[in-house]
């Protein structure tokens, strides 16, 4: 597993406030495939609180609103704002079992690329 | 009889083919079923006895739905054909396509009927570009089926091809020996599934489930019985009405995330899928008729609203999205669109939408669950837009290779220029823009006030409105010609072009009422007004030029506008007169609006002149004899009950719309033109007729 995704996932639950992360509500399992091993996560959002448990022990799995399936490798890169998460879905990079809008309300959350040239105020 | 083009639709899914139900696409060429901006079949023909089929005659049931009358052979001379062959066809999800032949000769006949299928899985994008595939495809023979396959790395798209009358498959399709007894038929249903597959095969886009043909007919007519029911003295109204109501019915697009909910798709075939501006401007033209495409459209926009920096996507925080796209170039991100964000009106025209979309409805619920977006719509506005910090939302793209130029409706390359042709730097500030802007801040100030118990933020939007209006009237307005400027350049200038974009600055409400009769007038003059509708450049500019998509075409969806905003300042006559000549024109076309049409002055060519577009029926187009008759009926939500303040231009005589729908439940609005019909023509146009005051187009 990589640090971008676990300062990414272990974040969530610091992010407080964003509109963005308190209009999702479920739970979320991500599943974290690399080199045969799988990381399982589990996410449970709540009017901007959120709950993320790490566990790499297969029995421990338990049903989610939205269950979301890929590589570690690529996980990482979106957690680090260098892949697209939609479109990674629609070339079935991403598995998903479960709502497709709450993967649609979770990908807000990844950060944008690491530069960009963007003006006004805020940049 | 081939040339030509049908197509059928579904969703994102739709069937192009030639006359004869038959599919055969080069790479550069359009015909296909295309589903989720993929084209599952290129080839589709049909053949007996190794012979190709002529039509006879083509049926367009449902927008689901064409039957195709054929026959054997394929000369140009009369075949007295002892065979007909019948082909129809229903897309939903993928097609169905029920093959029947009629034996009309005495005696049995024995044929070999075949299909030869093909799929490319070419890229809606690749298929305009003509871009090399990147991936292999494959075709699998067994369960009765001929499975048509694509894969690279884990991107899969599969067309299963199946027959319920026994058929030899092989790679290339399938074949049928049969003997049809004399006066006899022969008849089977061919299935086209389609599937879009993760490595594993689980589905990656899972369509709702597929609705039968009954389902989607019951559908289409409780759609047109739920509108408002129109009459009136004037036939072609009550044809172009109910044209709108049906091609909006086609035109409904269901993301998989909406929950069965629909919004409109910008254009049949090519833009079927949402779009930020068209989906929003077409839903503000239909909220008096359609209510509930609004609400789907604020939804689903407000689910992507743009959370980070990405140049490659133009997306910054607060943004509502532009295009949407399900195709492999966007899926390993060779395109910005899942989704793209470049346009810099679809986020103050959210929140425009989301306030009418109350005061219709009086769904104040939506406007609760939005305020974040809409509060985040309101701070791109100031944080993001203001590209030079003076207060005006600016637009310039930072995706250079695929991301768009022109960020506002006029999106084509020389759209925005100087009197003198020449084009401005970048970024620019179009003025119809600053419209918007100021009247999203007014809007979302009543929401604030009222929904979000936020009084200090309402008077903060308010007061920062005020401002823009003083400003804009001051830097914008050309006061020796006495009309605003079409946009400011990187320097501040003004971009001094007369446009029609002008005319929307009256429905936003930004112009100074003192300065409203001469915006009229301008927009009402001989440059401007061509006696059909207001063009889109005056023909007094050097970039003027009647075919230009941008630079002199009359926009039907633009005038739809316009003549909403001349309402707003009073200008009655002027925006019954712009109704008028928008319905004259979609009389010659048969009540279906094209996109655009020519420029030319009336009288010159007596008709309409299409603009040449692969689009049709077209969303705002199709929206905009919707948004006519609100002008015309002056409807106006007010105080939770409708206002009814008509002004009908001459010929249309009595006008009723039954059963509107809003928060009031349902009401019935009347109204009556000034004079009747004077003139009896074979085909009564309403700008030939004249009022008492002499009032007409020509």
């Known amino acids: 597993m990589g640090q971008v995704t676990e300062a990414f996932l272990t974040g969530l639950s610091e992010r407080g406030d964003e509109p963005p992360l308190r209009k999702i509500t479920g739970t979320y399992r991500i599943d974290l495939r690399d080199n045969g091993k799988v990381d399982h996560w589990y996410l449970t959002f709540d009017g901007g609180k959120v709950s993320v448990k790490n566990s790499s022990k297969n029995g421990a799995k338990s049903r989610a609103d939205c269950h979301m399936i890929t590589d570690s490798e690529l996980f990482d890169r979106m957690a680090g704002g260098r892949a697209n998460a939609m479109a990674a879905v629609l070339r079935g990079a991403i598995l998903v079992r479960g709502d497709l809008d709450k993967v649609v309300a979770f990908q807000r959350l990844f950060p944008g690329p690491p530069s960009h040239t963007a003006r006004g105020r805020k940049q | ?698």
């Not at chain 2, 190794?50 to 049926?59: G, K, M, N, P």
């Not at chain 2, 062959?85 to 044929?111: A, C, M, Q, S, W």
């Not at chain 2, 006030?449 to 400003?471: F, G, I, T, V």
């Not at chain 2, 400027?485 to 320097?491: I, N, Q, R, S, V």
Request: charged residues 25%.
């Open chain 2, 1 to 698: 009889m081939t040339g030509g083009r049908i197509a059928i639709l579904d969703g994102n899914t739709f069937v192009v083919s030639d006359t004869r139900g038959d599919i055969e696409a080069t790479p550069d060429d359009t015909a296909g079923l295309f589903s989720f901006d993929t084209r599952f079949l290129s080839k589709w023909v049909l053949t007996v006895n190794e012979q190709r089929l002529s039509t006879l005659s083509i049926d367009d049931l449902h927008y689901f739905e064409t039957r195709f009358f054929l026959v054997p052979g394929t000369g140009t001379i009369y075949i007295d054909a002892k065979l007909s062959v019948i082909r129809d066809r229903t897309v939903n999800g993928g097609f169905h396509e029920e093959l029947t032949i009629l034996n009309h000769d005495d005696h049995p006949v024995k044929l070999e009927v075949r299909v030869d299928a093909e799929a490319d899985f070419a890229d809606l994008f690749e298929v305009k570009d003509v871009v090399p595939k990147k991936g292999k495809t494959y075709t699998r023979l067994g369960n009765g089926e001929l499975a048509l396959g694509y894969q690279r790395e884990t991107f899969k798209r599969e067309t299963h091809i199946s027959s319920t009358q026994p058929a030899a498959f092989d790679e290339n399709g399938m074949s049928f020996e049969i003997t049809v007894p004399a006066h006899g038929r022969w008849t089977t249903t061919l299935r086209i599934v389609l599937s879009a597959l993760a490595s594993d095969g689980s589905p990656v886009l899972e369509a709702r489930e597929h609705r039968s043909h009954d389902e989607m007919r019951d559908d289409l007519h409780q759609w047109i019985d739920a509108a408002p029911q129109l009459d009136c003295d004037w036939p072609p109204l009550k044809t172009t009405y109910r044209r709108s109501l049906i091609d909006m019915a086609a035109l409904r697009f269901s993301p998989l995330t909406a929950d069965g909910g629909t919004l409109p798709a910008a254009g049949l075939p090519w833009f079927m899928t949402m779009f930020g501006r068209d989906s929003i401007i077409t839903s503000l033209q239909s909220l008096p008729i359609l209510p509930g495409l609004a609400e789907t459209t604020l939804r689903e926009l407000g689910a992507r609203q743009g959370t980070r920096l990405d140049d490659f996507r133009d997306e910054d925080p607060g943004r509502i999205m532009h295009e949407m796209r399900y195709g492999e170039m966007t899926a390993f991100e060779e395109r910005p669109h899942s989704p793209y964000y470049g346009t810099a009106d679809a986020t103050p025209l959210f929140v425009v939408l989301l306030d009418e979309y109350e005061r219709w409805t009086g769904d104040a619920e939506l406007v609760r669950e939005l305020e974040p977006e809409a509060r985040a719509a309101i701070a791109w506005i100031d944080d993001y837009a203001d590209l030079l910090g003076n207060g005006y939302l600016w637009y310039q793209r930072r995706n250079e290779q695929t991301g768009l130029e022109n960020q506002c409706w006029k999106d084509s390359w020389d759209s925005i220029s100087y009197r003198d042709g020449r084009l401005p730097g970048f970024p620019r500030a179009t003025c119809e823009l600053q419209g918007y802007a100021y009247d999203a801040k007014m809007r979302a100030a009543r929401l604030a006030r009222q929904y979000w118990r936020d009084p200090h933020y309402a008077d903060a939007l308010e007061k920062q409105a005020a401002q823009l209006k003083r400003r804009f009237n001051r830097d914008f307005w050309i006061s020796e010609r006495g009309h605003f400027a079409l946009a400011l350049d990187e320097t501040g200038d003004q971009v001094d072009a007369l446009s029609s974009n002008i005319g929307h600055l009256l429905w936003s409400g930004i112009v100074e009422t003192s300065k409203a009769r001469s915006v009229v007038k301008h927009l009402m003059s001989p440059q401007m007004f061509s006696g059909w509708g207001i063009r889109t450049l005056s023909t007094d500019e050097k970039r003027y030029n009647p075919i230009g998509y941008h630079v002199g075409t009359v926009w039907p969806f633009d005038n739809s506008l316009i003549a909403w905003g001349f309402r707003k300042y009073g200008f009655k006559k002027e925006a019954a007169r712009v109704a008028a000549g928008i319905l004259d024109a979609a009389d010659f076309f048969d009540g279906r609006l094209p996109e655009a049409f020519a420029g030319y002055e009336r009288p010159f060519t007596r008709y309409p002149v299409q603009y040449p577009t692969a689009c049709s029926p077209h969303a705002w187009s199709t929206g905009a004899p919707l948004l006519l008759l609100r002008t015309m009926l002056g409807l106006a939500p007010h105080d939770g009950h409708l206002i009814v303040d008509p002004a009908v231009p001459p010929g249309i005589g009595h006008l009723e719309l039954l059963n509107i729908p809003g928060r009031w439940g349902r009401v019935d609005a009347f109204a009556r033109s000034a004079a009747g019909m004077e003139r009896q023509h074979l085909r009564p146009q309403l700008s030939s007729v004249r009022d008492r005051k002499g009032f007409a187009a020509h």
